[in-house]
């Protein structure tokens, strides 16, 4: 991905951008394990939020509950400033993109995560180069 002027999304900027990786607590009780974070997102990037929501059920790790976000009112001010989304409440798997929702099956949760970071990426060099979504 090039920014206007020429320079590129380096795989730097890129794992700068890339959660750390987390993984669920040891002996926990629980049946289920909850993660839910926010991140901002570099102002080189345009700003503002990434969210993401995921509950596993354990021991085996299945997600059974999602949610991605990639906030942005400057791009799109409807959707309390949600550009891009995908989650799977109402149990229903379904993409977000800037007020319209449809449906969008999940393949893996892994793959879809990646998609996502793909996506709002490409969307947010867009606006930072001035170009419509």
């Known amino acids: 991905m090039t920014f206007k002027g020429g320079r590129d999304l380096t795989s730097d900027m890129i794992q700068m951008l890339m959660p750390v990786n987390m993984k669920p607590p040891k ?3 629980s049946t289920l ?7 901002p997102v570099p102002s080189r990037l345009g700003g503002r939020t990434l969210k993401e929501r995921v509950i596993r059920e354990l021991p085996s790790k299945t997600v059974i509950s999602y949610a991605l976000a990639y ?6 001010s409807g959707d309390n400033g949600r550009v891009l989304g995908y989650d799977n409440s109402h149990d229903d ?3 977000h993109f800037m007020g319209t929702i449809v449906p969008d099956p999940l393949t893996s949760y892994e793959e879809l995560y990646e998609r996502f970071e793909r996506e ?6 867009r606006f930072v180069n001035g170009e419509h979504t």
Do not use: C, D
């Open 93 to 95: 798997a379904h993409r």
């Open 33 to 39: 394990w909850r993660m839910s974070k926010s991140r």
């Open 27 to 29: 002996n926990r009780k």
């Open 120 to 125: 709002w990426q490409e969307i947010a060099i």
């Open 71 to 76: 906030i942005n009112p400057l791009i799109f």
